[in-house]
Every structure is written in structure tokens, then in C-alpha cells.
């Protein structure tokens, strides 16, 4: 049965690495944060055989957040096809 609503599922990011993906096909390590000082940020945690590592922030390297196709953050720099509609 489908929500009427979003939850995180619905939750895809994209960044110059990542190609649109939702959260719920990503390993487990990925973190997703909102604070006041820096925004939205998507984090690799640290594990055994990789360091932390920012992947994408609102102010940080580029990084696109949409909810069921609605963007909530896009820091990525525009594409053609975005220019012309």
C-alpha cells in the first residue's frame, strides 16, 4: 500500500559522482544532515577500509536532494536543458 505522503524513502540524491539514486538503494554508511550552519550534507561515514568523507552539502561540493521528484536543495550547477525552460 502506497503512503499518501512522502517519507524517506522517497528521499534521491545526486551529485557529480552519484547519479540520482534514493537513499533506500544506498549503502548504509551514507548519512543525510540539515543543520543551520551548514545546510543540507550528505556524509560517508568511516568504516574499516574508508575514511569520512563529505560527498555532497548545500554549501559544500555540489549536491541535489529532491522528495518524490520535488527539489529540496540543488547546489549543482545548472545544466542546459534547466537553462532553456
Keep these: 500500500m502506497k503512503a499518501d505522503h512522502?517519507?524517506?524513502h522517497d528521499l534521491h540524491i545526486?551529485?557529480?559522482k552519484i547519479d540520482r539514486i534514493?537513499?533506500?538503494n544506498l549503502p548504509y554508511r551514507v548519512r543525510v544532515d540539515c543543520c543551520r550552519v551548514a545546510g543540507w550534507q550528505v556524509w560517508a561515514l568511516a568504516d574499516r577500509e574508508f575514511p569520512e568523507e563529505l560527498l555532497g552539502g548545500e554549501y559544500g561540493p555540489p549536491l541535489r536532494l529532491d522528495v518524490a521528484g520535488?527539489?529540496?536543495c540543488d547546489s549543482m550547477k545548472p545544466t542546459p536543458e534547466s537553462?532553456?525552460?
Design 83 to 85: 537553462e532553456e525552460s
Design 22 to 24: 534514493s537513499i533506500f
Design 6 to 8: 512522502p517519507s524517506y
Design 70 to 72: 520535488h527539489i529540496i
Design 14 to 16: 545526486t551529485t557529480p
